[in-house]
């Protein structure tokens, strides 16, 4: 999920079918709110993951849906949001899901439409609006706040724990990309053009309390964390870095996947695990916020 801008006037209908950009039709579709549900967990979380964190997932899709189009600035036909059908990306199509799941289609849809049907009617408001309930794959043990990323800094999207995510496949990950590739990326992004040792190029970090990195110095400049990982097009902003002049590699470190705000999908699973419900799971991540019922006009 992106960010979005300042909020026009809200509805109060939560009920109502969402407009989504398809981007890879590059057309609008309408897509029913149960319909959305079902897609959008669907290209977020596997089928065997536990119901629980499966409807926290679509219940924070859902919200999340809603502040968008609460916050839309009327680009792409008045879209709320773009999503990647083809590419698993936001929401799934039936016929994109269809040719995922192969022939455990139809169980799998059934199971994720019974779980929509449960928390269809309930969206995470916060002082009476639908929230910006963002998520992320793998936190770096903690989440990070809103505004160590965006320009908004939302009291509910504020760092909470998530220790269970140390313990996710692929939580650390190492990446090598060789200095051409990073002066590439950093001259077609930035327009910096490094010179000199490769091993200059890349300067000091700050990060935040999560261990994300907020800014890095490049020849000098300075870039956001978020901004060089995008570049870069690494799995997190929690990242360090190390060159090898023998190779002239460098060597970047990850930990998590995600920008970090928000939900963390595999807190979610370890919670679900745990025993805990899909409200329970909103609760913690998303401080402050409220579950209401979706009422449509």
Request: charge should be negative; aromatic fraction near 14%.
């Amino acid at each position: 999920p992106q960010t979005t801008p300042e909020p026009a006037v809200p509805s109060t209908d939560y009920l109502e079918p969402l407009l989504i950009w398809d981007g890879d039709a590059q057309v609008v579709r309408t897509v029913e709110v149960l319909d959305y549900l079902i897609g959008a967990a669907a290209s977020e979380m596997p089928a065997d993951w536990p119901a629980q964190a499966i409807q926290a997932q679509m219940v924070a899709s859902h919200s999340w849906a809603l502040y968008c189009r609460d916050h839309r600035d009327g680009s792409n036909g008045g879209a709320y949001f773009t999503a990647s059908p083809q590419r698993r990306e936001g929401y799934m199509t039936p016929e994109v899901m269809q040719a995922y799941w192969g022939d455990a289609y139809e169980e799998n849809y059934n199971y994720f439409s019974q779980l929509a049907q449960e928390v269809l009617d309930w969206v995470v408001t916060y002082e009476g609006a639908p929230a910006g309930t963002f998520y992320h794959a793998i936190s770096t043990g903690a989440t990070t706040d809103s505004g160590q990323v965006w320009s908004v800094s939302l009291p509910y999207l504020c760092g909470v724990d998530s220790p269970w995510d140390t313990s996710a496949p692929d939580f650390q990950v190492e990446v090598s990309l060789g200095a051409q590739r990073v002066s590439d990326c950093l001259s077609s992004s930035f327009g910096i053009w490094p010179e000199g040792e490769p091993s200059q190029w890349l300067g000091e970090q700050t990060f935040d309390g999560a261990g994300y990195c907020t800014s890095i110095q490049v020849e000098g400049q300075t870039l956001s964390g978020i901004s060089f990982r995008t570049a870069l097009g690494l799995r997190s902003t929690a990242f360090s870095y190390t060159y090898d002049p023998s190779c002239g590699e460098f060597t970047f470190t990850t930990r998590g996947y995600g920008h970090g705000v928000g939900m963390s999908q595999w807190g979610a699973r370890a919670l679900a695990l745990e025993g805990k419900s899909w409200q329970e799971i909103l609760a913690h991540y998303f401080p402050g916020t409220q579950l209401t019922q979706a009422q449509g006009e």
